[in-house]
């Protein structure tokens, strides 16, 4: 071959060679960029430059995906039959997307076919329980309830909750009302908690009230005082409180002095206190004192009654409602409460001095318990929010040696780290900047560390601060010095030191190296982490699986993952990393945090952030649904990474989580809420389970973060506050503080729950704002 010749057949080889994987990856980047129109074009260039490799790796298919996405349906179909009518390891999902299409265009019966295709060939597949359900479905909504009690009667198709309320409802529809009642009891029974009766449990009671003649609001009539009781528990827990109300109210009308009204008519007060509608629940309340006396709910009703008189600002009632419990009931254990929560009304009214005096007497009677710590934290706070720092500090001092401190677990209780953050506080504004250094510095900061992190930003501001950059000055050279000694322990404290209050980046680094050359904890083991782009050739033991994920097709691929993660240690080492990604990517976080955060709880706390992986703090701390919640967030002005902080504490990412609070979804709205955000957007059809998919809970959530801005501008810890709290309580707190400072009104959140909650979202949102942008892009540190 003449030598020209040659060169230029090579140099063509060479470049086709370089081309083919240039546009796997152009593709692959086209569908994480959520580009379908570029990866069309792509997967034409590829379909050209070799067509029978374009069938082999069922490229066709990530076509159709992305024609989906551009509403080419035509084309979609086509290419999904394609692969539907070849040996590919993708025809399930071919079908499940042929039968998605048609039931977009209302082809129930072309849908059926699909289906039907999909379960008798693919019967094991993870997808066939959900296409079973479907064609349950299907048939029900064609009126062919017969042949949908069939389809969910076979093999484990009926032990599901939401498959036998289906089925239940096929036999009322024809006309098999008994049989129908036996199934509607029974799911309304067999919960798996009966304290926190789920979705289903709803919807089963809500049919046996209208089988038995009721309406909305209105109970039937001839019920056991039992059932009205099961029922109206099961309405009031998922908050649907008129028809709790309708069930009590007949309990009541049959035996007003029965043992049952008494309970009945304080749950009733109860509903209306919980829709804060604390004037009609006042009502209640002072009807179960006044009637039932002697019974455990007057015990109970007296306390809610004070708790409503206070918000309805009526004090004086409210404090004498306490004190008649004090006086009546001097041996309950919610004794304290009463004691304390006077304390909390003198505050709102600004009787600062009678506040102290009632502290004061709170720590005489609880002498040695946890009331104890708790009077003398609001004794601080108090002189805090007087800016009385010296009297703050005399009152923070004892505290700290207290050995209950209530931490999160009663209301109004402190924690070691809160004490000392307020005693740098006070120390600071005696401008006593040593003192207030080292205080600050004995507060270990990491990455669920809130007053750490609130250390942290105390001790760099003083950088700038011509009264304090001296005595910082001092500590850090002393820091620096303590690098080389000899004792790991103490060499260690000090590069975290460096680390907080250094702005040099060469002494950062040298004290980052000091941490990372530390030796580890023996039981610390995380997935080996690749290079930066996720591997094309990618196994994990399911040929599925690794097909979905090669294309970034990572819906469908954690739909197949789910079963491999439970089983994590099984995969292969080297794609474990990529599996976490692919789940993250489709929406399944939930499913990473449960595997992760295990292998996390060997790593120290106060390990800074500077020295950790982005990419394992990356599965600490997912971004799922990014697409959706940049787009949403952008439209609110709302941060998507607080979403994301907010969505991570809340439900830890399942979509389907619902709490005892019958808050449901990923951003776990109650239907208080939720409904009323639902009238903000015009949502006139919106359904409480609506709230199961994750892009109605991120709407939601950014529109309701972006309504508690306007009434906290800027004060975003009190927007989290608000969140979990309300906005009523935070407005309280805050008001207490006489202050915007969220330093000054955290310690002020008196639930301890949303204290803790607070503390816990706002350390994930500093992680957060650490790894990603506002478009959530990863701002890649190497540690």
Partial sequence: MPRVLFLIVFSFQFAFSQA??????????????????????????????????????????????MAMHTGDLVFAVSSFQAVAARNSVLRPYALKNLAEIARSTGNLLLERLFLVELIEFFPTSSIAPGAELRLAGNFFESGNYRQAIRVLSKGSSGENRENRLLAARSHLHLGEVETARLMFVDLADRTSDPQQPDDVALEAVRHLDAIDGGQPGKAPSQLTEAEHLRRATTYQFNREFADARSHFDAIIAADPTGPSAADAAFQIGRGY?????????????ERVIERYPQTSAARDALLQAASAYARVV?????ISRYQQFI???????????????????????????DAIKQCENVREVFRGR???????????????????????LDALEPLSELKELGGSMVPGGTSLAEIRFLKGLALENLRRFPEAIDTYLSIPDGRGEYYGWRATEHLRAFRGNTASSDALALALARATAGLHVADQAERLKNARTVLRISDDPWSSEKAALAIRSAPQPKNLQFPPVPKRSVPQNISTGDPLADRLMSMALFDEAALELEKP??????????????????????????????????????TPADIPLEVLSPDLLEMLYPKPFAHELVSTAAADGVDPR??????????????DAKSNAAARGLMQFIPTTSSHIAGELGRDNFRQDDLYFPQTAIRFGSRY?????????????????????????????FNRTRSGLADRYVPEILYSQSKDYVQKVMASYRVYCFLYDEQLKPLRRQP
């Fill in 642 to 655: 607080l979403l994301l902080a907010i969505m991570r504490q809340e439900s830890r990412f399942r979509p």
């Fill in 370 to 392: 946890p009331p104890e710590a708790v009077a003398l934290f609001a004794e601080a706070r108090i002189h805090i929010a007087r800016e009385e720092w010296q009297n703050a």
């Fill in 314 to 318: 009526r004090p004086k009632e409210a």
């Fill in 327 to 353: 006086d009546k009931y001097p041996d309950d254990q919610r004794l304290d409460r009463a004691y304390l929560n006077i304390v909390d009304i003198l505050r709102d009214q600004g009787e600062d001095t």
């Fill in 705 to 733: 973060l972006a309504d508690l801005f306007s009434v906290f501008p800027a004060q975003t810890e009190a927007v989290v506050a608000s969140y979990n709290g309300g906005e009523d309580n935070m407005k309280r707190w």
């Fill in 273 to 285: 206190a919980q829709q804060t509608d604390y004037v009609e629940a006042l009502k209640w309340f």
């Fill in 20 to 65: 083919v994987p240039n546009l796997a990856s152009n593709i692959r980047t086209a569908v994480e960029a959520d580009d379908p129109v570029a990866a069309l074009n792509e997967l034409e260039r590829s379909k050209a430059a070799n067509p029978a490799e374009f069938i082999a790796k069922d490229q066709d298919y990530l076509a159709a995906k």
């Fill in 565 to 602: 993660a439970k089983a994590f240690s099984r995969i292969p080492a080297n794609s474990q990393f990529a599996v976490l990604d692919a789940l993250n990517k489709g929406g399944r976080s939930d499913l990473v945090m449960a595997i992760v955060e295990p292998m996390w709880r060997a």
